[in-house]
């Protein structure tokens, strides 16, 4: 029997690769990338640096979208060290988003049980050198990879590793994806090596985090919401509330469904009234892509 991960239930129990079709269909290539990112929506570009010290602790610089082509700006991301995410595949490539679907659907089949309600895209672009850090979803994902070497950590979901209430900062947007790391977790990371036309499923809120194998990637991040994770991620908003009010709410592992159901529904009252408002709705920008710049990261021009 198959040892969990998580203290979450769910019918994905480990990390696993799947096959998909995604790079027989021609999208990871250059022209295919570089029409899309001359297409793509400027404020769904999330363009990043991150950087870290001896310890694995990361610093974050975001980027925005600036001046240049397409092709260009593809060639800045082969060149330097950024991470460029690009959200909304299903509205910005829906060619791309359709064919994704059709493989989810295969991949979805081989866990009894798992019904997807909502789905969501991102399509990853990112250099040789990109590293993402420690990080958890708020979904579950299927990670499609389709150029490149990507390494994945996976790591449990539990306590030690996973702490709700560091869960409830990032349900509620107070914080980003990033958790506290510590190198001695590295003992326990599940270690999986990515090739194009491999797919990767790992259990909900699985923490992880990402290294690129000296070579330029292409990713489509795929989250999908199910009944039982919505009902867990808006207790987790309700229990954030609770504690910004001073409160000590139970943790949500200990609830079962119909108590997880009650404060999802208090959660969509809380969220209609404004209880927990974004802190990162705007991040200051530090730097556009320029081609031959350190890091593929140049000055910021002003706009005009």
């Keep these: 029997m198959t040892e969990r991960r998580t203290r979450y239930p769910g019918p994905i129990a480990e990390a696993r690769q799947h096959p998909h079709t995604l790079v027989e269909q021609g999208f990871a290539e250059d022209a295919a990338l570089a029409a899309v990112l001359d297409r793509y929506p400027a404020e769904l570009f999330d363009i990043n640096l991150y950087d870290y010290d001896d310890e694995g602790q990361v610093s974050l610089r975001t980027g925005a979208r600036g001046r240049l082509s ?23 490539w829906p060619e791309l988003w359709a064919a994704a679907m059709t493989d989810f659907a295969a991949i979805q089949a081989t866990y009894p049980g798992m019904r997807a309600v909502r789905n969501a895209g991102q399509l990853i672009l990112s250099s040789p050198k990109a590293r993402v850090p420690y990080h958890f979803d708020a979904a579950g994902v299927v990670l499609f990879h389709l150029r490149g070497r990507k390494r994945l950590f996976v790591y449990p979901g539990d306590e030690r590793h996973l702490a709700e209430r560091n869960m409830e ?26 090739e194009p036309g491999r797919a990767l499923t790992w259990p909900l809120y699985a923490p992880h985090r990402v290294e690129n194998l000296d ?82 990261a140049g000055m910021l021009r002003p706009a005009g």
């Excluded at 349900?171 to 326990?188: G, H, I, K, N, S």
């Excluded at 989250?223 to 987790?236: C, E, I, K, M």
């Excluded at 969509?268 to 408002?277: E, S």
């Design 169 to 194: 900062q990032v349900v509620t947007r107070q914080t980003t994806e990033e958790l506290p790391y510590t190198l001695a977790f590295e003992d326990d990371a599940q270690v999986m090596d990515l």
């Design 70 to 92: 397409g092709e260009e700006l593809l060639e800045a991301i082969k060149q330097g060290r950024l991470w460029v995410n690009l959200r909304q595949v299903e509205r910005g």
């Design 215 to 296: 070579r330029f990637c292409v990713s489509l991040s795929m989250d999908f919401q199910t009944w039982p994770s919505r009902f867990r991620n808006g207790a987790l908003f309700t229990n954030a509330v609770i504690r910004s009010r001073g409160g000590r709410p139970r943790q949500t592992d200990g609830m079962a469904t119909p108590e997880l159901a009650a404060r999802w529904a208090a959660s969509l009252a809380l969220k209609k009234a404004g209880a927990m408002k974004s802190r990162i709705a705007h991040f200051e920008r530090d730097f556009e892509p320029e081609v031959g710049a350190a890091d593929g």
